[in-house]
């Protein structure tokens, strides 16, 4: 049934080729932009999760206690 629905349809062939041309376009895209990342900014997002309430970086030896 779904391959007759698609038959009939025209041009099936080039949403194939469409959809493979936009994942390796946004797959691109996201590679470019992850490279292009700075080792600072890197390592100020990377001690985010660490961080207390107040943006104060905690470290691994000063973990508070409650």
Avoid: N, Q
């Avoid at 049934?1 to 895209?29: C, K, N, P, Q, W």
């Avoid at 292009?36 to 001690?47: A, C």
């Avoid at 660490?50 to 206690?65: F, I, M, Q, R, T």
């Amino acid at each position: 049934m779904i391959r007759d629905a698609l038959m009939e349809i025209g041009g099936v062939g080039l949403y194939g080729v469409v959809s493979v041309l936009l994942f390796f376009t946004v797959f691109g895209v996201a590679m470019v932009s992850a490279f292009r990342l700075r080792r600072p900014f890197l390592d100020t997002m990377g001690g985010l999760p660490l961080a207390d309430d107040h943006g104060v970086k905690v470290k691994s030896e000063e973990v508070p206690h409650e």
